[in-house]
């Protein structure tokens, strides 16, 4: 009799389950298209960036370095050609974010800058506030004001695309190792397909491996297909090109194995197809919302703020942020790692425990 | 029937679920090469033997021998020689039936053409549908040719014919027939008396866990008719439907 091969049962299971997930609408949905969506809105709203409206004061000198050095930085919408009324209750209702009076100053060659926040939009306001200082400070006292202006900007040029892509990404491989994972155990438990799988050689270590590596691989593939379309159409910054990729994917790797832990988790616990995305819900809209997939952790309540600390999906973000925009390397991010390992650990052992094979 | 070598040995099969027990010392033999029928109602321990020759259950107590290997010891060796095709199972979902015997041939090890496969049970022209698409003896003939992959000794066909009508059930039949004679030994179950008259070398009576009666439908027919058994308004003297009822004595159950 000829040998038996775990090997090859596992890759031929690899391969099914690869070929099946390519064929599900609602894999290729979780994984590519929601994120992508977000990435595209994301993308084309900000521009790459805040945006500031700030209206020109009625009677102000238009034609000055300060104006066309506020129109040149991009982030900031000039507001001009209204009256002083509309443009008093633009300011009140925050539909502007600040108005702004220039004048030359008598007998100088330097101007006067008079700005007006609203409180209706305190953040906004507060960007601008830093850039009119970091830019015009010096800019009415020296002459020349190029080399300024460059430096500011480029330094602070975070863009949306940097934040939200990783995000999104994070969110793809929370989706596609959940619901993918929780839905197939689950049926193939069901529509006793596991049985007659029990009825041939095959280990069943090969069937989770087997399902694991096509899940994986999937999920690397929207990976790359989001990474690189953020950093060719949306300029999504990869600090150190493809080296970045890679740490990216790895990363991607780890977190995919933790959530799908928790997909192996609710298949166990699901009694029908239909308890599946009541129970993943629970298990991802808390990291969705919370893991600063949309937003900074640091902006939320500082009572929210540990449960955000205690979400898996927050230390993937956070990695994956660090690794594309600050350049990291995997081993600067050891301690995000080291929270997902742990989280790997505790997922699994309940797993085991609650997983059924029939 | 001559003497033959017995392929599949169980002895004193006991299965018991909590308070309940399936399976009460179930003991007989499936000889080599014959096309072997458990009968009996729903509900009986049929299902639960079988699954348990498979490997698929863990038993009470009990000897079970499948070509020389213990299920207790040698489950993995046993698992190489059978075909098994289950009640109502589904298979991988979003695949052709192509891709579908490729993962099998992938599970077992074996070498095969999965278009061979198919024209076996003369499928080749479903080779690219999916599973779900197929009518209920398609269903049933590719399941049958999932049994195969692995070219077993033994295949346990578990109500294969069950939901088909009589035009599938023939032609099932006639697959299940050419099987055996290709040389592979064939355990069935079902419902069906005239298909197990019509098929089944021999058959074995389950009832409540236990073998009620076991021989050549002929025998068990034969015997029936000696005993001073009429049918009512006779065609025949009697069919193995009347040995079941008669020896079950009990109403359809579901």
Redesign the interface.
Known sequence: ??K??NT??T???A???F??IM??PSAVVFTLAFPLIFILVFGFLGGGGTRIDVGVNPGSDVDNPVISVLAKTGMIRLVKDKSKEDFDKLLEKGNIDAMIDVHKKVNSAAYSVNVVYTSASRDKGGILKSVLNNVFYDKTLKPTVAEIKESTITGRQYKTIDFILPGQLGFSLLSTGVFGTAFVFL??RQ???I????????KRSSIVIGEGIARIGFALIGAVFIILLGHFFFGFTLVHGAVTVVNMLILATMGIIVFMGFGFIISGIAKSESMVPPISNIVTLPQFLLSGTFFSIEAFPTWLQPISRALPLTYLNDAMRKVAFEGAGLWDVKFQIMILFIWGIVIYAIAVKVFKWE | METKKAIITVTDLIKKYDDFVAVQGLSFEVYENEIFGLLGPNGAGKTTTLEII???RPKTSGKIVVDGFSVDKNP?EI??I?G?Q?Q????????NLT??I????????ANIKPMEMLEKVNLQDKAKAKYKALSGGQKQRFSIA?TLI?QPKIIFLDEPTTGLDPQARRNLWDLITEIRDAGTTVVITTHYMDEAEQLCDRVAFVERGQIIALDTPDNLIDQLVNSGFERKKEVKKANLEDVFINLTGKEWRE
């Open positions: 009799m000829k038996y091969s090859t049962a890759l031929a299971l391969k099914a389950s070929r099946s064929r599900s049926s193939l529509t006793l397909v049985k007659r799988f029990f009825a041939t050689p095959v | 498979e490997t698929l993995q698992k190489q059978i098994v289950l109502a199972a589904g298979y991988y979902p979003n695949l891709e579908l490729e993962l099998f041939a992938g599970l077992y090890g999932t692995n």
